[in-house]
């Protein structure tokens, strides 16, 4: 398969630049022509090669004022969704274009994964990841889950507070609409926030999730008279059903505030934890293995759902806080 083709001019001659092959295994083919009727000629220019690189996919050629050439692609890294590298392009005697680092004498090149920036002002940059919800609003870097509703967020001075809007109790975690959630940071990380149930109802819950076609959470729920601490993991399957399960933890007599946190290792493997006041950190097992979305990678967040149409329960989440490794 050929897709995404991109269509340039350069020196009076034509240019098709399209990745082939797959997303995950594929390589860059670059086409030229005299005229956009032909004859086309061919070159596969960039393959993964030994690097770890895989696909490379998609991608764009720029060309900066100051003359220098850039090609953009994506890598395919799973749970980690697509990962956007910058490669290094020069034009050969042949006319043809050399990606990356040379393989061999006919153009062939691969990824590198280091390289020079290009010659650009630096502009300061910094990753968007931890968030102490200035203003009781989520940052940029969170996307709901569906369509957001004004009625999910609640005001609050310090602090997320999310209402326990109502959905249906056979909704698994992975059809919930008011999931936030923003990307994974890194191969390696550290999540900790922490949750003030302010429920009202039986059923109404609030917790951590990892989201994806493989999901879990870590989740606080009011079961009357007390709070029930527990880990639910689940799955879709092929036939787009979702199956989902429970594991009972620790049932909360009374607690104004419970920490909650995972860490995510290589492979997207994710160990939750749990504190309560004056206690240590209480690792979760089983531990679980994250899994991709369609087309995208996993993403984590947090949520609060009721089970009753006028639940007027909430839960305020503190600061989101982010470490990586």
Not at 192 to 221: C, K, N, W
Not at 268 to 277: A, D, E, K, N, Q
């Amino acid at each position: 398969t050929l897709e995404g083709p991109k269509l340039y001019k350069r020196n009076g001659e034509y240019w098709i630049f399209a990745p082939a092959g797959g997303v995950k295994r594929g390589w860059q083919t670059v086409m030229r022509a005299p005229r956009l009727s032909g004859p086309w000629q061919s070159r596969d220019v960039l393959h993964q090669g030994d690097s770890p690189i895989n696909g490379p996919h998609q991608g764009a050629w720029v060309e900066l004022e100051n003359g220098e050439n850039w090609f953009f692609h994506f890598q395919d890294k799973g749970v980690y969704g697509r990962i956007v590298h910058l490669q290094p392009l020069s034009w050969r005697a042949d006319g043809w274009p050399q990606i990356g680092q040379r393989l061999d004498d006919h153009g062939k090149g691969q990824p590198v994964s280091l390289h020079r920036l290009p010659a650009l002002p630096l502009a300061p940059c910094c990753l968007q990841t931890s968030d102490d919800f200035p203003c009781g609003q989520p940052g940029l870097q969170w996307q709901w889950q569906a369509n957001p509703q004004r009625r999910w967020l609640m005001p609050h001075a310090q602090g997320l507070r999310l209402r326990c809007a109502a959905t249906a109790s056979d909704i698994s975690l992975y059809r919930l609409p008011q999931l936030l959630l923003q990307k994974f940071p890194a191969e390696r990380f550290h999540v900790q926030t922490a949750v003030h149930p302010m429920f009202s109802q039986d059923g109404d819950e609030a917790g951590i999730a990892i989201y994806g076609q493989r999901f879990a959470a870590l989740r606080v729920r009011y079961c009357a008279p007390t709070l029930q601490l527990s880990l639910c993991h689940g799955w879709i399957d092929d036939r787009g059903e979702t199956h989902q399960e429970s594991i009972e933890l620790e049932a909360i007599a009374a607690c104004n505030e419970i920490a909650l946190g995972f860490r995510v290792d290589y492979d997207g493997i994710v160990r939750f934890r749990y504190r309560l006041t004056q206690r240590e950190w209480q690792q979760v097992t089983p531990s679980f293995s994250a899994g991709a979305g369609k087309w995208i990678g996993a993403r984590m967040g947090i949520y609060a759902r009721g089970a009753h149409e006028n639940a007027g329960g909430s839960a305020v989440f503190s600061p989101f806080i982010v470490r990586l490794q």
